[in-house]
């Protein structure tokens, strides 16, 4: 199913043994749209070199979750109070470099995203028992998401909350901006960017997948679209009140002409 990145806010991260903290964002990689991590508030403080008390935050992989009650806003993980406190510090100011996943990924013993050829290393999934079987074939069948052509010292990690209220730029003009992020909450896969496109046809939203990104110009906060306005501005509305269908999104993608991503998601690892 479908969820809302922004729903996400507030949640409670409960381990084996209590609660770690609430959830304030989320990271994803801007090679394959993928949430990485959920950023943590602990509700404790730590000192940093400068010698000021903030807030500690802390990441906590998809790998780790077990459940999510989304009614109850909360999601058990396989984490350890004393995991989660003695875990790397991270600094929501600076980007999240690529030693600090290899420090983090070590600490927890996880094998690393970028290690494999599937969306989460070896595996379609963050962790090994979370979607459905796959038979020998499917897991033969593997999307190339070529880490090894990246720089491997940038991680490529964006925050939601910074992506969010980015323009969006269609192939003739702008349309709208970043409203919210539709995840696939198996595979913690972004499916689509919600659009609010209030300044140009007010009250409409729209969504916008991954695969039509064009570019992400990250200096000017502005994402581009390989489509066009009125194409847009004719696609079947979202109402964020209901949920996601599968008719919906067939009427979505066949609006664009677009190959549908369930159709291939074995093929794609995903």
Known sequence: MLRSVKHLDGFRIRATDGDIGTVTECYFDDVSFTVRYVVVDTGTKRMTHEGWLVDRKVLVSPIAVRAIDWDDKRIEAALTKTQVEKSPNIDTEKPVSRQHEIAYYGYYGYAPYWAGSYLWGAYPYPYAGSGPA?????????????????????????????????????????????????????SWAIRYMVVDTINWWPGKKVLVAPEWIERVDWDKSMVHVHLGREKIRTSPEYDPARPIERAYETRLYGHYAQPCYWDEWHDKGI
């Open 134 to 186: 796959l038979s020998a074939v499917e897991l033969e069948r593997k999307r190339r998401w070529n880490w090894e052509t990246k720089d491997r010292q940038d991680p490529h990690l964006r925050s939601s909350r910074e992506v969010t209220g980015y323009h969006i730029h269609a192939t003739d003009g702008d349309i709208g901006h970043v409203e919210d992020f539709l995840v696939d909450d198996v």
